[in-house]
């Protein structure tokens, strides 16, 4: 990658054995890695931070709509869950990979910490 491209990039890339959505600290955040960065401006994000949506963040969607994975569910609440912030125009041109990753990465915390953890032993 050139210097000016490394520059122009917002997200720091994440260690190389990384997943595309994973445990940040606390379990209250979630880094996905995109398969396709976001151009903004001049800029290129390879990276969100999802944070666990407290109840104001839910607003006007369905919990079952947003754990089904539901675009316009999910248009409605990442912008008001990551870090940078990503606009609902910037969600309708993800790649549906990167989609599914954040989509997850938000479904994730609707489930008990016993729940999360049997995923991770299975």
């Known amino acids: ?43 290129n994000i390879h990276s969100i931070t999802v944070r666990k949506p407290k109840a104001g963040a839910l607003r006007g969607t369905s919990l079952i709509n947003l754990v089904q994975l539901d675009v316009v569910s999910l248009q409605t609440v990442l912008p008001r869950v990551t870090d940078p912030m990503i606009s609902a125009p910037e969600i309708a041109n ?23 953890g049997a995923l991770q032993t299975a």
């Not at 122009?8 to 260690?15: E, G, R, T």
């Not at 209250?28 to 890695?33: C, I, P």
């Open 1 to 43: 990658m050139k210097a000016q491209d490394q520059a122009n990039d917002l997200a720091i890339a994440p260690h190389e054995n990384a997943t595309a959505a994973q445990d940040v600290d606390d379990g209250s955040t979630q880094l996905v890695t995109l398969e396709s960065p976001i151009k903004r401006g001049g800029q």
């Open 94 to 116: 993800l790649e549906p990979a990167d989609l599914l990753a954040l989509g997850a990465a938000v479904a994730s915390f609707f489930m008990t910490k016993a729940e999360r």
